[in-house]
């Protein structure tokens, strides 16, 4: 790498906009002087899947992902008479600030448990 050359190796390249390798400590380089950052570990499905669960009661839960975007299958009654726009709400309200930084795109599937329960009599 050139000398001068500053880029977080989490993110996208400030000089020629590449997308650079992603790793779950990156190491910001400077003037080729190597210095932590801490700023973007990457996610797990798992942790985001505890992080859901934290904040919302499930029947049950799914969420596979890359480190940055995530499927969710989120199945609870507390999507009970409320409209999609509100049901990823009341999951996003439970993310938080992850959703900022930390979870760069999230597909949701919400349902109730008697939407999931005719989805699997199928």
């Not at 890359?66 to 996003?92: E, N, T």
């Not at 999230?106 to 939407?115: G, N």
């Amino acid at each position: 790498m050139p000398a001068g050359m500053g880029v977080c190796l989490s993110r996208l390249c400030a000089l020629c906009a590449s997308r650079l390798p992603v790793h779950a400590v990156c190491i910001l380089l400077v003037r080729c002087r190597p210095v932590i950052c801490s700023e973007n570990i990457l996610q797990t499905p798992e942790n985001v899947r505890a992080y859901i669960a934290e904040g919302l009661e499930c029947t049950h839960l799914e969420v596979d992902g890359d480190g940055r975007h995530f499927d969710a299958i989120i199945v609870s009654h507390a999507f009970d008479g409320k409209r999609l726009v509100q049901r990823h709400q009341l999951v996003y309200g439970v993310l938080g600030d992850r959703m900022k930084e930390e979870i760069h795109a999230l597909s949701i599937k919400a349902l109730t448990p008697s939407e999931w329960h005719a989805l699997n009599e199928l």
